[in-house]
């Protein structure tokens, strides 16, 4: 937890703050807090990808009703995306689009 709390210290957030999040993070699964010991140690519950994956779903579901259209939209729509970034996006779209047929 404090390591955390030192990595964020340029941004000026409270111990307290931190530690409540990373306590929201464990209630919804996305951490584990070690009983091990009296501080507060926390550890990641999957890896990246699949937490991005989690994160993605939850964020489909509550913000855009599902649709994954206008999850895609905004997202594409909320800052600016470089020709390069929209060039691999269609490379992945075809790839994926070849994957589920």
């Not at 206008?70 to 970034?85: D, H, I, W």
Request: proline share 1%; glycine share 6%; aromatic share 6%.
């Amino acid at each position: 937890m404090r390591e955390v709390h030192t990595a964020l210290n340029g941004k000026q957030t409270g111990y307290t703050t931190v530690l409540k999040q990373m306590q929201v993070m464990a209630e919804k699964g996305l951490l584990m807090r070690s009983e091990r010991f009296r501080s507060h140690v926390y550890e990641v519950r999957f890896p990246k990808e699949q937490t991005q994956k989690l994160l993605a779903r939850n964020l489909l579901d509550r913000a855009f009703e599902g649709s994954t259209r206008n999850l895609v939209l905004g997202a594409l729509s909320s800052r600016k995306v470089s020709s390069a970034e929209l060039a691999e996006i269609r490379r992945m779209l075809d790839e994926f689009e070849k994957g589920s047929r």
